[in-house]
């Protein structure tokens, strides 16, 4: 990544002049079966991008699972940048979206004058680490598209969906008019993120991207190692060895006695701390004392974490638990 910093183009993509940042765009649009990409920096600024771009003026409304980060980790831009109203959506399987649920919640019909109808519907996969199927992506948005409600997917993981062997790139995004892919995070670019659609979408999304500050300059450098990210992390299959490590961290929390909150089905471990009658600040603390720098109860592992951190995690699982046990006095 950081030869291809050094040997990045450095033209100006804000006139679209850099050969790096086309190129990148236009691959990234062939490998989803879409039209066109923008590159922009930051999954934030994919989704918010993507359903500014999309949504005309108010009334409408917005659906999403309640937990999908375009709700509760983009600083209420929704509504800030579109006027949108929000519906959040609790999943009845406590996993994943399905038709039957975004079908109660979404008003598909000006039915009423005090309706603010859905126009758009933004899915996330993985969302939490846990994968929504192929097939339910493909029941709501035939459903969707048949109420002309528009599909933008927050994809910025998604390529840990498809290795995970949930669907190919191609399948999942043809479900979607829009969707935001990121480089960084489980794909290991320092920066950067992009978003396909039609030539028309991206057309209108660059103008969007300028209004907010996004246009960038000299973006070879963010688009150099966003290309090894997907030619050597995803398409050369690291991505594979962190589920393997996160079906391991799983496996060994779960052999001593603790519970999960969600599946393991990508890199992400998600842990039930009151099950293992602990709790967050404890969790924090005893991590530090074996070197582990821990946020929550949410584990996300990358490629790069080693065996070594799997045994320091083991170490502090086992004080934990054994700590329950002994209070059980088992
Ligand atoms: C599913 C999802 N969407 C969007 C984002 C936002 O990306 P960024 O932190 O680059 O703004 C994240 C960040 O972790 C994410 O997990």
Redesign the pocket.
């Known amino acids: 990544m950081l030869a291809a910093i050094t040997s990045a183009t450095l033209r100006d993509d804000d006139f679209q002049q850099d050969p790096t940042t086309l190129n990148l765009e236009s691959w990234i649009a062939e490998l989803t079966g879409k039209e066109a990409g923008l590159v922009v920096v ?4 994919g ?1 918010q991008i993507s359903i500014r771009t999309h949504l005309q003026g108010p009334p409408h409304s917005v659906v999403a699972d309640h937990r999908a ?1 375009i709700f509760t ?1 983009e600083a209420g831009g929704v509504a800030s940048l579109c006027g949108a109203m929000t519906i959040p959506v609790e999943p009845s399987n406590g996993n994943y979206l399905t038709l039957e649920d975004l079908q109660q919640k979404t008003i598909t019909k000006f039915g009423h004058v005090t309706d603010c109808p859905a126009k758009l519907i933004s899915l ?1 996969v993985p969302l939490g680490g846990v994968i929504m199927p192929l097939s339910e992506c493909q029941r709501i948005s035939d459903w969707a598209r048949e109420h002309s409600i528009i599909m933008h997917l ?1 994809g ?2 998604l390529w840990e969906a498809v290795a995970a062997g949930a669907g190919s790139l191609k399948d999942y995004c043809a479900c979607f008019d829009s969707i935001n892919l ?1 480089f ?2 489980g794909l290991g670019a320092p920066i950067g ?1 992009l978003i396909v659609g039609t030539r028309t979408f991206r057309e209108r999304a660059r103008w969007i991207r300028k209004s907010i500050g996004g246009g960038l300059r000299q973006s070879g450098v963010i688009c150099g190692p966003a290309r090894v990210a997907v030619e050597d992390t995803f398409l050369g299959g690291k991505l594979r060895e962190s589920h393997v490590r996160a079906r391991e961290i799983a496996r060994i929390w779960e052999s001593y006695g603790g519970k999960l909150t969600y599946p393991v089905e990508t890199n992400m471990v998600w842990l039930d701390l009151g099950s293992a009658g602990t709790s967050l600040g404890e969790f924090i603390k005893k991590g530090e004392a074996v070197g582990i720098a821990l946020m929550g109860a949410r584990l996300v592992v990358h490629y790069q974490i080693c065996a070594e951190a799997v045994r320091r995690l083991e170490t502090l699982i086992q004080s934990l638990l054994a700590k329950k046990e002994d209070s059980q006095g088992l």
């Open positions: 930051s999954g934030t600024m989704n980060h980790h996330e927050d910025a993981r990121c960084s995070k993120s």
